[in-house]
């Protein structure tokens, strides 16, 4: 393929997958033949137990977490945003909420229903690359020349960090398993070294106590975040596991700039994160802020057991 050829395709992949971004669902199954297409406050939390938001919809619920995002710093533009769902899956019982602002992708949740019109935010994120980007997806399958045949994407998603898309062309017989965040590809093989089915889709349930509480962010804090290669405490240093939402909080209000880092698949995938700071949520939730390629907010709860914290 001639470089005139090569850039040409890139952009018409690009171009179409964004038109396709505003169908109602795009299900993960699809086989594509071709390429169409406030001040902060110390606050105690007790993050083992969460109350999850009351809606009678899922559109409800998602418009009730977007409107109270869109009240913090850094998340207002999502006030002109619009959203679109797509199913994470058979048996997941959740959603990607894509948030477009004029046109261009400025954030997500991941949302899971967790009982009869009820509903819980697992993560969220804002800024142009966001989880499961169909922007940043089509980038990774021109630079691995997967555009050349038909191919078969799978969205599949374990836990925050383990999160990617399954791309499956059979004229190539291949399978390339990409970073669902980074759009790198990622060293695995088959189906074999993903985490285990029983390791947790989406999140493990936790506690609920009140459904019907209005989940609104009573606690943020912020630093201005590390570089994860500049500094190296998570190669040379033992880190702090199982973290307190308490500690973290001590050390953002007291202007650290921790990092988080996990060993994925299998250890197979060393991701270091630089923390920007937490957000904690009336219904019990606590997540830590961190960066990668953009911002993330990550429930405290379930990163805890994938790596650890080095302040």
């Given at each position: 393929?001639?470089?005139?050829?090569?850039?040409?395709?890139?952009?018409?992949?690009?171009?179409?997958?964004?038109?396709?971004?505003?169908?109602?669902s795009w299900p993960a199954d699809?086989?594509?033949?071709?390429?169409?297409?406030?001040?902060?406050?110390?606050?105690?939390?007790?993050?083992?137990?969460?109350?999850?938001?009351?809606?009678?919809?899922?559109?409800?619920?998602?418009?009730?977490?977007?409107?109270e995002l869109a009240s913090q710093?850094?998340?207002?533009?999502?006030?002109?945003?619009?959203?679109?769902?797509?199913?994470?899956?058979?048996?997941?019982?959740?959603?990607?909420?894509?948030?477009?602002?004029?046109?261009?992708?400025?954030?997500?949740?991941?949302?899971?229903?967790?009982?009869?019109?009820?509903?819980?935010?697992?993560?969220?994120?804002?800024?142009?690359?966001?989880?499961?980007?169909?922007?940043?997806?089509?980038?990774?399958?021109?630079?691995?020349?997967?555009?050349?045949?038909?191919?078969?994407?799978?969205?599949?998603?374990?836990?925050?960090?383990?999160?990617?898309?399954?791309?499956?062309?059979?004229?190539?017989?291949?399978?390339?398993?990409?970073?669902?965040?980074?759009?790198?590809?990622?060293?695995?093989?088959?189906?074999?070294?993903?985490?285990?089915?029983?390791?947790?889709?989406?999140?493990?349930?936790?506690?609920?106590?009140?459904?019907?509480?209005?989940?609104?962010?009573?606690?943020?804090?912020?630093?201005?975040?590390?570089?994860?290669?500049?500094?190296?405490?998570?190669?040379?240093?033992?880190?702090?596991?199982?973290?307190?939402?308490?500690?973290?909080?001590?050390?953002?209000?007291?202007?650290?700039?921790?990092?988080?880092?996990?060993?994925?698949?299998?250890?197979?995938?060393?991701?270091?994160?630089?923390?920007?700071?937490?957000?904690?949520?009336?219904?019990?939730?606590?997540?830590?802020?961190?960066?990668?390629?953009?911002?993330?907010?990550?429930?405290?709860?379930?990163?805890?057991?994938?790596?650890?914290?080095?302040?």
């Amino acid at each position: 393929m001639n470089k005139l050829l090569y850039y040409l395709t890139s952009l018409l992949l690009s171009t179409s997958l964004l038109a396709a971004a505003t169908l109602d669902s795009w299900p993960a199954d699809a086989v594509q033949a071709a390429p169409q297409e406030p001040a902060v406050q110390t606050l105690q939390v007790q993050p083992a137990i969460q109350r999850d938001l009351s809606a009678p919809s899922l559109q409800n619920a998602v418009d009730r977490i977007i409107r109270e995002l869109a009240s913090q710093q850094g998340f207002e533009q999502w006030k002109q945003g619009a959203w679109t769902t797509y199913p994470l899956g058979p048996g997941t019982h959740g959603w990607i909420v894509m948030i477009t602002v004029d046109g261009q992708e400025a954030g997500y949740l991941v949302v899971q229903a967790s009982g009869q019109d009820t509903y819980r935010l697992i993560e969220y994120g804002k800024g142009p690359y966001p989880l499961f980007s169909m922007q940043t997806l089509s980038r990774s399958l021109v630079r691995l020349d997967i555009i050349e045949y038909p191919y078969h994407l799978e969205r599949i998603y374990y836990n925050p960090l383990e999160a990617l898309w399954k791309v499956t062309a059979p004229q190539a017989d291949r399978v390339w398993y990409i970073d669902a965040k980074s759009g790198e590809e990622l060293p695995l093989t088959n189906d074999s070294q993903l985490p285990a089915a029983d390791s947790g889709l989406l999140v493990k349930p936790l506690p609920v106590t009140d459904s019907d509480a209005l989940n609104t962010i009573i606690a943020a804090g912020q630093t201005e975040p590390s570089e994860a290669y500049e500094r190296l405490p998570w190669v040379k240093n033992k880190p702090e596991t199982l973290v307190r939402f308490e500690l973290l909080q001590k050390w953002i209000d007291q202007g650290r700039k921790p990092i988080f880092a996990a060993e994925l698949y299998g250890g197979r995938v060393h991701v270091p994160l630089p923390v920007t700071g937490y957000q904690a949520w009336s219904g019990g939730e606590s997540y830590v802020g961190v960066r990668q390629d953009d911002d993330r907010y990550l429930p405290l709860h379930t990163i805890n057991p994938l790596g650890g914290f080095y302040p």
